[in-house]
């Protein structure tokens, strides 16, 4: 299996300005319109600057949360599975990322359900891929797509995401093939056995949903003891604002899909 983050090329959807009233599971207020445009672009350029050729499809203002690429498909080099997001305002998204990477990934091979399966509870690892059951993902879900991944050749492990936690990843990301960064409440994760895990420090859970690309992690630029402790290890960071689009229950991997 090749590295989990020797990425070339990402896909992003541009926020629309119906974005302020994407899903949150707290009902708390919406977010900035500007300021989801800010850190969005931020996001690509940062991208851009780290060697990844970005494409940036229009934003769909029947779809609030479309910006979420990484929710509706999952890409590899060697193809893409479109999944079943499980809220039922994101499933029509999948059509629209459909077009986008038929003419970019083969194969592309599709899920059928009736599972559900976000992009969001995905996790790929070095040697295989861990499936997060959520709100989102469920039992059948997670069994299609495992299937689905053993015909492109990929291993995968389900597991289960702790309770008000909304995706696998919002709690847990990859510093690097044997190193994991977790909430606490994923720390005993049994999927995780074999790798280190890495707790988030007191208060800054959210920093967890972390994205490696290349050598480079990105983190949410609020959580200096995270910074910390990645500096500590020798990890090269790009701290990035994350304050809006966390008012709709999003991080840093949310934002593309990746290959
Ligand atoms: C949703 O609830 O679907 C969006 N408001 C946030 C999606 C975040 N995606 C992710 O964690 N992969």
């Known amino acids: 299996m090749t590295s989990p983050y020797a990425f070339t090329h990402a896909l992003c959807r541009a926020p629309a300005r119906s974005a302020v009233k994407g899903i949150r599971a707290d009902g708390g207020p919406d977010p900035d319109f500007y300021g989801l445009v800010a850190e969005h672009e931020a996001y690509v350029a940062t991208l851009r600057d780290l060697g990844l050729a970005v494409d940036v499809l229009e934003p769909l203002g029947d779809f609030p949360d479309a910006l979420f690429t990484e929710d509706v498909a999952l890409t590899f080099a060697g193809g893409a599975i479109l999944l079943r ?3 039922p305002s994101r499933a029509g998204e999948v059509a629209h990322i459909r077009d986008a990477l038929a003419s970019r990934l083969a194969p592309l091979l599709e899920m059928t359900g009736p599972g559900h399966a976000d992009g969001g509870d995905i996790l790929r690892l ?3 891929i861990i499936i997060g059951l959520s709100a989102r ?3 059948a879900g997670a069994e299609e797509l495992a299937y689905k991944l053993g015909t492109l050749g990929y ?3 389900i597991a289960e995401t702790p309770p008000g936690v ?3 990843k919002t709690g847990c990301g990859l510093i690097d093939e044997g190193t994991i960064l977790a909430v606490p409440a994923l720390a005993g994760c049994p999927q995780f056995d074999g790798l280190e895990v890495v707790t988030t ?3 800054e859970e959210p920093a967890a949903n972390i994205l490696r690309i290349r050598d480079t992690v990105l983190v ?3 959580w200096p003891a995270t910074h910390a402790l990645l500096a500590a290890r020798g990890i090269a960071l790009r701290p990035l604002p994350t304050d809006q689009i966390a008012h709709i229950d999003a991080g840093l991997s949310c934002m593309s899909l990746r290959w």
């Open 126 to 128: 070095a040697d295989r």
């Open 85 to 87: 997001p499980g809220a």
């Open 155 to 157: 291993r995968s492990d």
């Open 220 to 222: 949410g630029d609020r």
């Open 166 to 168: 909304l995706h696998f």
């Open 201 to 203: 420090p007191p208060g």
């Open 137 to 139: 993902t469920d039992r």
